[in-house]
């Protein structure tokens, strides 16, 4: 999440929290943050770190995109569009795609044994995600 993501979600922390009727301290300590760390988000003096504002959010009931990606998922997106970022931006549909292109290519091999030499079809990403969802021990009849 941007740094601008993250100061406008957290412009909404107060309010949300006033909502559910909770003080200050009963969501810090729910979200494992000091009450002094919880003021300064609120008042906007502190932008929360990803994970903060995330778990404070899910405390709030607050499910926010990308919470079921891993956080090493969530630290290669970040790496990435950092870079992305810092290049001019008429370059930066080229080197995405070049890092769409890589991550296609690391799936296909990962999923088909090894081959690299063909494009990628619709079925190979269901295969992909019914794999990783067998791995996490999920409900695979609804992929």
Request: charged share 30%; aromatic share 2%.
């Amino acid at each position: 999440m941007t740094t601008a993501e993250r100061t406008a979600l957290s412009r909404q922390v107060k309010r949300v929290r006033q909502d559910r009727e909770m003080t200050q301290a009963e969501l810090a300590e729910a979200a494992n943050v000091s009450r002094q760390t919880l003021s300064d988000i609120e008042n906007g003096s502190r932008v929360p770190q990803d994970a903060v504002l995330r778990r404070i959010m899910g405390v709030l009931g607050i499910d926010l995109p990308g919470s079921d990606q891993s956080d090493d998922t969530r630290m290669w997106l970040g790496l990435i569009g950092g870079v992305l970022e810092a290049m001019p931006p008429e370059n930066r549909p080229r080197a995405g795609k070049a890092a769409l292109d890589a991550a296609t290519a690391e799936l296909l091999s990962s999923v088909s044994g090894g081959s690299k030499d063909r494009e990628p079809k619709q079925d190979d990403f269901r295969r992909a995600a019914h794999s990783r969802s067998e791995d996490r021990g999920e409900d695979h009849d609804s992929i």
